[in-house]
């Protein structure tokens, strides 16, 4: 079966096109707060594929995700919009109310979660820095910072006087001079933070996204275990439960 799923977040949307498992395209590209206006250009590219399934992972409001359902509709598959549950394939939510809770922090869990006595602490590291802890099958909660460029771009925003050009996050030791004191203690305080949580509740170490390889260079006493296209296999994970589910 050859399968499109989609990633539409808050300023991106990724895209993977699978043919029984293995990867034959994939791409991201600004969305430009229009997700919508984008997939349409894509749209007859998709077409010519002859998709079988058609997968969503969406932070958008429900106004732009109708919007993205009827532009997806033009490929006559089937179309499947993953949603948090309280309980889904065994994983259980620690939100009361889960339409608070991200659909991307809950596939990234979904797609590592299998052991019912492993501990997983699965921190995406993309615009923002996520953490989530499970134990077993049950989600403990977590936490969620601004990650590295945001905090830059917020001491820019607010400090008068210091002007930060664009520059390698990558080192922890202490600046001397106002660049790499920016950088390095912004990094330092998150990577402090994840191992605080750590300490608190020991757990496998999983690190998704964009910075993931440079917070697992200062994580490596934790053996962490880096994973490319997390939210893919979460999605996938998603579809595979909801269609076994449909046959039953």
Request: aromatic residues 8%; glycine residues 6%.
């Amino acid at each position: 079966m050859k399968n499109l799923w989609l990633d539409i977040g808050n300023t991106r949307l990724k895209y993977w096109i699978t043919e029984n498992d293995q990867v034959l395209e994939h791409a991201a590209e600004l969305h430009l707060q229009s997700p919508a206006d984008l997939l349409l250009g894509l749209i007859q590219h998709f077409k010519s594929l002859e998709l079988n399934a058609v997968g969503v992972s969406s932070v958008q409001d429900k106004k732009n995700n109708d919007r993205i359902h009827k532009i997806l509709k033009f490929l006559n598959v089937p179309i499947t919009f993953a949603k948090v549950h309280p309980e889904y394939a065994g994983l259980r939510c620690a939100y009361e109310d889960t339409s608070k809770f991200g659909i991307d922090r809950w596939l990234q869990m979904l797609a590592v979660v299998r052991n019912p006595t492993q501990k997983y602490c699965v921190i995406s590291c993309g615009t923002a820095l996520t953490i989530d802890l499970t134990d077993g099958f049950q989600h403990l909660g977590g936490y969620i910072l601004p990650n590295l460029h945001l905090q830059r771009d917020s001491l820019i925003q607010n400090t008068k006087g210091i002007k930060i050009p664009d520059a390698a996050f990558g080192d922890m030791t202490p600046g001397c001079n106002t660049i790499d004191a920016v950088h390095h203690g912004i990094l330092l305080g998150l990577v402090s933070a994840v191992k605080q949580v750590l300490h608190d509740f020991p757990a496998q170490l999983i690190l998704t996204g964009g910075d993931a390889a440079l917070y697992a260079k200062h994580l490596q006493a934790y053996q962490p275990q880096v994973e490319s296209d997390l939210l893919l296999k979460g999605l996938q994970s998603f579809w595979q439960h909801r269609l076994k589910d449909t046959v039953e």
